[in-house]
C-alpha cells in the first residue's frame, strides 16, 4: 500500500484494509508515500489520514513523512531477518524517510541520516499482530518511474520489496482455502 498524492479515500481505504488485516493470516506491505497522507503530518494541512489503519501501522509521521534528499541505509543497524537477509546496500535520492517508528514496531534498518527530530530515521519496520505480518519501507516503491536505478536510487532496492512481500506472504494462504 503506497500512494503518490494525498486521496480523499484514504480513510476509507484505511478503514478496510484494516479491518481485513485484523482478520488475521494476512500480509501487508507499505511504502512512501503512504505516510505522507498520515493525519500526523505536520508538513500537510487537512490531510485525510488513513482512518483505522493509523492505529496499527508501523510508522508515524510526526516528523514529517518523507525527505526529499539522499540517503543511504545504515549498514550497522540492519537486523538480521528473512526481510533484510541478503539487503546490504540500499539508497534513494529523494522520496524516503523522514519517519518515527510506532510502539511495537520492530525496525530492522534505519537510515544513516536521522529524521528531522534527530531520531534514528526507519528504513523498515514490522509488526506480527492478529496473526498477520505487515513491513514498512520508508522508500518510494515506483522509484523506477520517477528515476534510474544505479543513479537515483538503489543498491539491494528490489530484493528488500521483494523480501518484504514474501515474509508478510508466509504463512499466509488463500482464505477460502482453495489456492
Do not use: K
Request: overall charge negative; hydrophobic content about 35%; some cysteine.
Amino acid at each position: 500500500l503506497f500512494e503518490n498524492g494525498l486521496s480523499q479515500n484514504g480513510p476509507a481505504v484505511g478503514n478496510v484494509v484494516s479491518q481485513w488485516y485484523q482478520q488475521g493470516n494476512r500480509g501487508l506491505v507499505m511504502g512512501t508515500f503512504y505516510w505522507q497522507n498520515r493525519s500526523d503530518n505536520p508538513n500537510y494541512t487537512g490531510n485525510y489520514g488513513w482512518g483505522d489503519l493509523e492505529n496499527i501501522d508501523v510508522f508515524n509521521a510526526v516528523t514529517g513523512a518523507c525527505e526529499y534528499n539522499s540517503d543511504t541505509m545504515n549498514a550497522a543497524s540492519v537486523v538480521a531477518h528473512p526481510v533484510t537477509a541478503g539487503i546490504s546496500t540500499f539508497f534513494a535520492n529523494s522520496y524516503r524517510g523522514g519517519v518515527t517508528a510506532n510502539p511495537g514496531t520492530t525496525v530492522l534498518a534505519t537510515w544513516t541520516t536521522p529524521n528531522q527530530a534527530g531520531q534514528p530515521d526507519p528504513l523498515v519496520g514490522i509488526r506480527e499482530t492478529f496473526g498477520s505480518r505487515m513491513v514498512g519501507i520508508s522508500a518510494f516503491p515506483d522509484n523506477g518511474s520517477h528515476g534510474t536505478y544505479g543513479s537515483d536510487y538503489g543498491g539491494n532496492f528490489y530484493e528488500l520489496f521483494e523480501n518484504a512481500i514474501l515474509w508478510s506472504a508466509n504463512p499466509c494462504v488463500d482464505a477460502d482455502g482453495d489456492g
